[in-house]
């Protein structure tokens, strides 16, 4: 019985958790901004806008295209196909747009020490996943931070 | 006396013996496992470390460096946090200690790693070292019929397969804020040579937003097409380029690359982005195919001059005008063209692009004034529409230009400079994700010939 309830419940917790975990924005503890606003993140992803207002270069993580907090993005900034997500990039590099591609990394624990470490990166990662040890920090968007209504990478 | 003692002794020397074993087995017993404890212990303590090390490395190998302004940065907010966290302080100490002896590890193991290998990432192309070179290719095969050439000047048949541009492009970030760029082509000609062209050499400083500058050879910001799409003939939805903006050396009649220096970037305001670029260069030679990379005939200097505006309101939409303005040398070897030509270009083009629908139009006139009092004016533009199904893309082109006859720079050109008027319809279809298959029937008039052309394309990029 123990056995049918671990099989039944661990994998839909999991499919849960994962599948509607909302994304968080986190950048390090000493970039001066907390708030910020839909349309500046929006040209912060679209390398329109490549430095803070303290005029460190920002650096842009994700997570690889397969993991729900980049599909968000992609679906609801983006607005292109999952598939061409490192298109897009290339053909910023290659218009002579961006010097270098965003990172992408599989681990939450990696992304959340790069923040720590790096005072100009921005990442995307669940908010669950957010170390609440680390030299990091949640940003707001439009004011509302990822538990409150209206919080836009729900 | 010795009958008894005899065995006695040997008694007595046995349980001597026995006892002593027993007290040196013990003794040897106990020591031995403690040695052997403390190396098991050594030897896992030290594979786990490998193991941890190898882990991170393989997690964050070549994913980044840290200015050493950063890092103190960093250590400075390590210090606030402890700081600001009395209760938990000796824990966050540790942890903290840990994650950079950690990081510090794998920043040595990443810099061993990167240094001996190159890596390759799809979608990116070859890395060598840390973000020190990426290059990448472009290259295409076509197959053509057509039922009419109405170029007398070129007897290259009507049906053909001919080899596109073999293009290699290389970036390389050499600090936070400079990056050289550059795309070269190896052109297939009608002779069987194949023509090296620096088409792109720069070194890029990233200043802020606001200011960017280009130094070296660039694509002239002078329209959407010639900014967006250059040689990598892959990024572009259809076969050629529209013939408006078609290069230099294919016959198009604007100039499309420079050297020089330029100047761009972008306001982010209220309402919209407005994006910009400025370029000095030395502008044409004498002809419409003669770049002048080494110096300048004439000494006057081309100017160029792009806006663009992308409304918040309308995502997707840019629409913008450009101008260019250069004095073209004369041509002392052409007695038809012993005079300079002051050379004015207006462009200006509305561009649509969002999740499936793509749709951009351009217009151009061309205004050549000559030293005698002569002023010719070419008109052109092109309009595309094309819609994303799935990996099929079907999409529709007009071009038409229009030249003034008796404009000598392109009468004396060794190009046929044709008044166009083409319809072009067509299907590309993405047989992978990094090779795409394009067929499109295209009718044109050209002067007063009418050509049907088909054509088929395989383009790629590596």
């Known amino acids: 019985m123990r056995l049918i309830l671990v099989i039944v419940f661990v994998p839909l917790v999991i499919f849960v958790t994962n599948?509607?975990?909302?994304?968080?924005?986190?950048?390090?503890?000493?970039?001066p901004v907390s708030d910020i606003s839909y349309n500046e993140l929006k040209q912060i992803l679209e390398a329109k806008n490549q430095y803070w207002d303290n005029r460190e270069k920002i650096t842009l993580i994700f997570k690889p295209v397969a993991s729900n907090e980049t599909r968000t993005l992609i679906d609801k900034v983006y607005k292109i196909k999952y598939e061409d997500f490192d298109k897009y990039w290339f053909w910023k590099m290659y218009k002579n747009e961006i010097m270098e591609f965003p990172k992408i990394l599989n681990s939450s624990g990696t992304i959340n020490i790069l923040v720590s470490e790096m005072s100009g990166a921005i990442a995307f990662i669940g908010v669950n996943d957010v170390s609440k040890r680390g030299n990091i920090k949640i940003l707001k968007i439009n004011g509302k931070m990822p538990d409150e209504d209206g919080y836009p990478f729900k | 006396m010795t009958r008894f003692l005899n065995p006695i002794a040997i008694v007595i020397i046995t349980l001597l013996l026995i006892t002593t074993k027993c007290v040196y087995a013990?003794?040897?017993?106990?020591?031995?496992?403690?040695?052997?404890?403390?190396?098991?212990?050594?030897?896992?303590?030290?594979?786990?470390?490998?193991?941890?090390?190898?882990?991170?490395?393989?997690?964050?190998?070549?994913e980044y460096t840290i200015?050493?302004?950063?890092?103190?940065?960093?250590?400075?907010?390590?210090?606030?946090?402890?700081?600001?966290?009395?209760?938990?302080?000796?824990?966050?100490?540790?942890?903290?200690?840990?994650?950079?002896?950690?990081?510090?590890?794998?920043?040595?193991?990443?810099?061993?790693?990167?240094?001996?290998?190159?890596?390759?990432?799809?979608?990116?192309?070859?890395?060598?070292?840390?973000?020190?070179?990426?290059?990448?290719?472009?290259?295409?095969?076509?197959?053509?019929?057509?039922d009419n050439n109405p170029s007398e000047r070129f007897d290259s048949g009507n049906n053909f397969f001919s080899l596109g541009e073999f293009d290699l492009f290389m970036t390389s970030k050499l600090s936070n804020r400079i990056s050289f760029l550059n795309e070269t082509a190896f052109e297939f000609e009608r002779s069987g040579d194949v023509e090296i062209d620096i088409e792109r050499l720069l070194i890029?400083?990233?200043?802020?937003?606001?200011?960017?500058?280009?130094?070296?050879?660039?694509?002239?910001?002078?329209?959407?097409?010639?900014?967006?799409?250059?040689?990598?003939?892959?990024?572009?939805?259809?076969?050629?380029?529209?013939?408006?903006?078609?290069?230099?050396?294919?016959?198009?009649?604007?100039?499309?690359?420079?050297?020089?220096?330029?100047?761009?970037?972008?306001?982010?305001?209220?309402?919209?982005d407005l994006n910009y670029a400025c370029a000095i260069s030395n502008g044409r030679g004498v002809n419409t195919t003669q770049r002048q990379n080494f110096d300048d005939m004439n000494d006057k200097k081309a100017l160029s001059l792009q806006f663009e505006v992308q409304p918040h309101i309308v995502e997707g939409l840019r629409l913008g005008p450009s101008v260019y303005y250069d004095v073209i040398p004369e041509d002392e070897t052409n007695p038809n063209r012993e005079n300079e030509i002051r050379e004015i270009i207006y462009g200006g083009h509305i561009v649509y692009t969002m999740r499936n629908i793509e749709l951009l139009t351009e217009a151009f006139v061309i205004n050549h004034d000559e030293v005698s009092g002569d002023v010719f004016n070419t008109f052109g533009g092109y309009a595309q529409f094309a819609y994303t199904i799935n990996k099929f893309k079907p999409y529709y082109r007009y071009d038409y230009i229009d030249y003034d006859n008796s404009d000598t720079f392109y009468r004396e050109s060794k190009f046929d400079f044709f008044d166009t008027n083409t319809h072009t319809i067509g299907l590309r279809y993405e047989l992978s994700h990094f090779n795409a298959i394009k067929f499109e029937y295209s009718h044109g008039v050209f002067d007063d010939e009418d050509v049907n052309i088909i054509g088929l394309q395989t383009a790629f990029s590596f």
């Open chain 1, 19 to 31: 599948a509607y975990a909302t994304t968080a924005v986190i950048v390090n503890k000493t970039n």
């Open chain 2, 26 to 62: 013990q003794e040897i017993g106990e020591s031995e496992y403690l040695q052997l404890k403390n190396r098991l212990k050594a030897e896992f303590m030290q594979k786990l470390k490998e193991e941890i090390k190898k882990e991170l490395i393989d997690e964050l190998k070549s």
């Open chain 2, 67 to 146: 200015e050493p302004k950063q890092k103190q940065v960093a250590e400075k907010s390590q210090t606030t946090v402890k700081i600001n966290d009395p209760k938990n302080e000796s824990k966050e100490v540790s942890t903290r200690e840990e994650e950079t002896v950690k990081y510090t590890e794998h920043q040595k193991g990443a810099e061993e790693i990167e240094l001996d290998k190159a890596r390759y990432r799809l979608g990116e192309g070859f890395t060598f070292g840390e973000q020190l070179l990426t290059i990448r290719g472009f290259g295409n095969v076509n197959a053509r019929y057509r």
């Open chain 2, 204 to 272: 890029h400083y990233d200043v802020n937003n606001l200011l960017k500058i280009d130094v070296g050879k660039f694509h002239l910001p002078l329209g959407y097409w010639n900014l967006n799409y250059h040689h990598g003939v892959w990024l572009q939805t259809t076969m050629d380029r529209p013939a408006i903006v078609e290069f230099e050396d294919n016959g198009g009649p604007i100039p499309m690359h420079d050297t020089g220096i330029q100047l761009s970037g972008s306001a982010l305001l209220e309402g919209f």
